[in-house]
Nanobody
Framework: QVHLVESGGGLVQAGGSLRLSCAAS??????MGWSRQAPGKQRELGAT???????NYGDSVKGRFAISRDNAKNTVDLQMNNLKPEDTGVYYC???????????WGQGTQVTVSS
C-alpha cells in the first residue's frame, strides 16, 4: 500500500500562482498525476507524467499548468499559473503501479481562486 500526501493548496486571487506538491510513501513505477474536482462536478484530468517525463494536460489547463516529477524522491508537483476562478476545486494527486494497472489516490487539497 502506498500513501500519497498533498500540500500547497490555499486561497489565491485570479491571475496568481500556486504550487502543489505530493509525496508518496513508496516507489511509484507507473504514471503520476493530478486531477481536480469542482463543486457539483465530476473529477477531471489536470495533468499526468510518466516515469520518463512525458506529460499530458487537460484542455482547460494547457499552457498554464506544469507538472514535474522526482522519481528518486517519489514526488510530483503541479505549478499552476494564471489561475482562474474556474480552477477552484479539490486537487487530488495519484500514482499508478507498473503498467498502470492500479491507482493510488491522495486525500486532496483545496484550491480556491477568488475573482
Amino acid at each position: 500500500q502506498v500513501h500519497l500526501v498533498e500540500s500547497g493548496g490555499g486561497l489565491v486571487q485570479a491571475g496568481g500562482s500556486l504550487r502543489l506538491s505530493c509525496a508518496a510513501s513508496g516507489h511509484i513505477f507507473g504514471d503520476m498525476g493530478w486531477s481536480r474536482q469542482a463543486p457539483g462536478k465530476q473529477r477531471e484530468l489536470g495533468a499526468t507524467i510518466t516515469r520518463g517525463g512525458s506529460t499530458n494536460y487537460g484542455d482547460s489547463v494547457k499552457g498554464r499548468f506544469a507538472i514535474s516529477r522526482d522519481n528518486a524522491k517519489n514526488t510530483v508537483d503541479l505549478q499552476m499559473n494564471n489561475l482562474k476562478p474556474e480552477d477552484t476545486g479539490v486537487y487530488y494527486c495519484n500514482g499508478k503501479t507498473t503498467r498502470n494497472t492500479y491507482t493510488w489516490w491522495g486525500q486532496g487539497t483545496q484550491v480556491t481562486v477568488s475573482s
